[in-house]
């Protein structure tokens, strides 16, 4: 007698719950850009999402109690001088969101508590490197201020936000990357290309680590670090079906799991719980969203369930598990852009009758709080994500932090260190660090400005002063010069009527000469002819 033992696990009744028309948020212009990418993106305090926008690029800022119809007239962010293609918040602040566009510029923007009521049009930093447009932002896990762009140029930037400058330049692609992600403590970075590709790096020093050919489909495809080091990836295969993989970093080529899903043409996003150790699959275009859990034993992912909707999705972002209602089971939070401009709001509940707080359900999950600075993370220094437990509930404390964007001095700006403003730090809002980093920028900010000797003061001075000599100098012939010519044009004028009575007269007398010069021709001729017929006659 045969038998088949069910699978144990907390997850296996997991179920989806689509919010009435009336919670969801409404009139919403969604981009109508090809670009391969979720359009969305969620935190607790706000949503965001790319709009059609004349004139440029914008994306719409919603606080979440902001339901219903949004106004046509609604404020946005619009910046950019193209089209936007991504956009991320940033994880150690909830009021900072960076974007990409195809105006190759990536910025960085503070959101004020309580939304926009206003368009906002100036962004907290620019990071201007990229050469085409860019289509891929991602913040580092763990270090404050980290943020990674890749764009259509082959290019890979990792950058420090609060400086404004490139940590780390990566240019070992050789066609478009299509995402990038960083593990658990941010030490490894994975990415996939264009050339059917999946790479490991790492990310301090730009090095591949391993890399291996990912799908051997022409399309779109993604790959996610797990926390536990694994590398989770979607694509197509030769026959344009869908599928997924499991793979360890160490076996690239050898897929733990490789399963194809169906023949559907839409690029599948894969979005992953850590503390779950779920993932959710949504295509674009789809009208399911599909879930699997990932265990130690095999099959190692384990299909639970579809949540399957009438409409199809053009985008979809997740909640980060500080904005889950604890209250109700809540697991997981989905915001979907659907082409009748409909955000549509779908909560994944574990069914438990306890409406005490369960453990079990909700281990320690990522905090607001970032683990270390980016000159440590540069330097070597690796740190898992903070974390903390939401048993009590969760406050942000994004509104007490400030960060201070401080760009490092221009070469030109040097000789007055001492009383210019490039040697502050001008406090700009950001990405976080609390009290500790404002006094730390603050202090930083007094301080004389790093790499600068006195005998560098002292050579650009006196360059300074001998340009001062030189401007001193062209001015001084400057004036010679004007005063010449005023002296010419003065004296021109002044000899102007002399010259005019002088053409004159000389013109009468050209006129005198001429008609004596008439009549003693004609003497001559009278002569001359007097004394042929002299000559005749003898």
């Known amino acids: 007698m045969s038998f088949r033992v069910v699978r144990s696990s907390k997850f296996r009744h997991v179920y989806g719950q689509a919010l009435k028309r ?34 440029g690029g914008a994306f719409i800022v919603l606080p979440h109690n902001k339901v219903g119809r949004i106004a046509a007239d609604h404020p946005l962010v619009g910046g950019h001088k193209g ?35 206003r368009t906002l049009t100036e962004p907290v930093v620019d990071l201007v490197f990229h050469q085409r447009r860019v289509g891929l ?54 990415t996939t290309c264009k050339d059917k590709k999946i790479r490991i790096y790492d990310p301090r020093t730009g ?39 499991l793979r360890a970093p160490d076996a690239l080529s050898d897929p733990i799991v490789m399963v194809e899903l169906d023949t559907s043409n839409g690029v599948m996003f894969p979005l992953y719980d850590p503390d779950t150790n779920l993932i959710y699959l949504c295509g674009k275009g789809d009208s399911v969203i599909r879930y699997f859990e990932v265990t130690p034993e095999p ?43 409909l955000c549509q709001v779908i909560s994944m509940t574990v069914p438990r009758k306890s409406d005490l707080f369960q453990e079990d359900l909700y281990p320690d999950t990522l905090a607001e709080d970032a683990a270390i600075t980016a000159e440590k993370w ?14 009590g509930g969760y406050v942000s404390q994004s509104a007490t932090k400030s960060l201070s964007v401080s760009k490092k001095a221009n070469i030109l700006n040097k000789s007055a260190v001492g009383t210019s403003k490039s040697a502050s730090s001008a406090t700009l809002g950001s990405c976080g660090g609390g009290g500790s980093s404002a006094s730390n920028n603050n202090s930083s900010a007094s301080a004389p400005i790093s790499g600068i000797t006195e005998k560098d003061l002292r050579d650009i001075t006196d360059e300074i002063r ?28 002044s000899a102007a009527p002399k010259a005019n009575n002088t053409t004159t007269s000389s013109s009468s007398n050209d006129t005198k000469a001429t008609s004596d010069s008439n009549n003693t021709n004609k003497e001559d001729a009278n002569g001359s002819a007097a004394t042929t017929a002299a000559s005749e006659d003898v």
């Open 22 to 55: 009336e919670q969801c948020y409404d009139n919403i212009r969604v981009s109508k850009s090809s670009w391969d990418s979720t359009f969305c993106a969620v935190n607790p305090k706000f949503l965001a999402i790319i709009v059609e926008s004349a004139g």
């Open 83 to 117: 089209p936007v293609l991504d956009i991320s918040w940033c994880p150690h602040n909830d009021n900072v969101i960076a974007s990409g566009s195809e105006d190759c510029v990536v910025k960085v923007w503070q959101i004020p508590d309580g939304g926009l009521s």
């Open 137 to 190: 932002v991602v913040w580092h896990p763990s270090a404050l201020n980290v943020l990674l762009t890749a764009g259509s140029d082959n290019q890979v930037v990792i950058w420090n936000v609060g400086t404004g400058e490139i940590l780390v330049h990566i240019d070992s692609h050789p066609d478009i990357v299509y995402s990038a992600c960083f593990n658990w403590d941010g030490s490894k970075l994975v």
């Open 207 to 245: 090095e591949v680590e391993s890399e291996a050919v990912c799908h051997e489909g022409s399309k779109a495809t993604r790959a996610i670090f797990l926390r536990h080091g694994l590398i989770f990836t979607t694509g197509f295969n030769r026959s344009s079906e869908r599928q997924y993989s």
């Open 299 to 341: 099959p190692f992912v384990h299909y639970i369930n579809t949540f399957q909707t009438p409409d199809p999705q053009r985008g979809i972002g997740m909640m980060p598990k500080r904005g889950c209602d604890v209250t109700t089971c809540e697991i997981s939070k989905f915001y979907r852009l659907n082409n009748n401009g």
């Open 378 to 391: 540069i330097m070597g220094e690796d740190a898992d994500p903070v974390t903390f437990s939401l048993k």
């Open 466 to 493: 001998k340009l001062k000599a030189i401007i001193v100098k062209h001015e001084n012939r400057i004036r010679a010069l004007e005063a010449t010519i005023r002296e010419q044009e003065e004296h021109a004028e």
